[in-house]
């Protein structure tokens, strides 16, 4: 088997400099993850609060930590310390306790709306109405702490390359649509889509994160 050095060469080799990869760190023991660290990555992503609050607390501390994860309001305040982007806001009022948090820690938080794109049923994410109800409500002024500076979404669980394509597609388009929308708290900078297997797709229809766990450390 690669190593999560080969793996993180193999797949750095097809991103352009502009696509960031999130190497996706969840269920894997702090050993792996250094191996990586090793190898130069530096932005984790985690999707449990628990769990990324211990793995930053026993690893180096010039690690980028990003929640992927669906997030309880409940666990924002463990991870408001130093979590570094939030991938995964699909509430006005997830949104608003992140700025509580925020501000106890007199910092701004960083956040990406989840947007539902997929044909799946989920649970998580927001219609592109929704999240417009977001970017534009008179509320978000009183949240100085938090930022939103880009959209986030999954597409469906298919080999169907066509279906993936075309959901990147339709989220991309609503990136730029928001963009009329942009204002100091509002910047559509950061398009979070793909996964392993689909992040070169994603890149091509204009995703600037990547986040990739199993092509890197394998799907054991
Ligand atoms: C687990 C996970 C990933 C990574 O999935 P892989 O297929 O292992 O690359 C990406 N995004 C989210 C939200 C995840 O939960």
Redesign the pocket.
Known sequence: MPSIAANLAQIEQGLRKETRLVA?T?TKPTTLLMEAYEAGARVFGE?KVQEMVSKHEELPKDIEWHM??HLQTNKVKYMAPFVGLVHSVDSFRLLKEIDKEAKKNDRVIDCLLQIYIAREETKFGLSEDEALEIISSPDLAALGHVRIVGLMG?ASNTDDQSIVRNEFRGLKATFESFKAHENQQVIMRELSMG???DYLIAQEEGGTLV?????IFGSR
């Not at 986040?211 to 092509?215: H, K, P």
């Open positions: 996706v969840k999707n992927i994860g999954m996964m392993s297997g986040r990739v766990g199993s092509a």
